[in-house]
């Protein structure tokens, strides 16, 4: 009985919060679209910024490491059974250059 008097407790108590502490987001003249639209277009600049030095150069270390490190475990198996692998490395190579070049492109493309 005294776990449904605490839980009940609890529950009324959350009951009176939500009541009592409402918050409400209200546009300027109700026009909630403008205020996306006006906030979008003053955080897009930061964004961009911080995709173009910071995302798309950390995204092209993690390829060029994984790159290198699949063509050599390539060249190695290539020595070991005679045969050499081309799909990785080229998959790798593949994504390397799009990281590599998206940021020239890729803006037009959202709409930046």
């Known amino acids: 009985m005294k776990k449904h008097k605490k839980l009940l407790g609890a529950v009324i108590a959350l009951v009176l919060c939500v009541g009592l502490f409402p918050t409400f987001a209200l546009a300027a003249g109700g026009d ?32 060029a490491i994984a790159f290198f490190a699949k063509l050599g475990m390539a060249y190695f198996d290539y020595r070991k059974h005679g045969q050499f692998e081309w799909t990785g490395p080229v998959i790798l190579f593949a994504c390397l250059v799009f990281t590599l070049t998206a940021p020239t492109y890729i803006w037009t493309i959202i709409g930046i």
Do not use: E, M, R
Request: no cysteine; proline share 3%.
């Open 32 to 63: 909630v679209a403008g205020v996306v639209g006006q906030a979008w277009t003053s955080a897009s600049a930061q964004i961009k910024t911080v995709v173009n030095s910071v995302v798309f150069p950390a995204l092209d270390t993690i390829l």
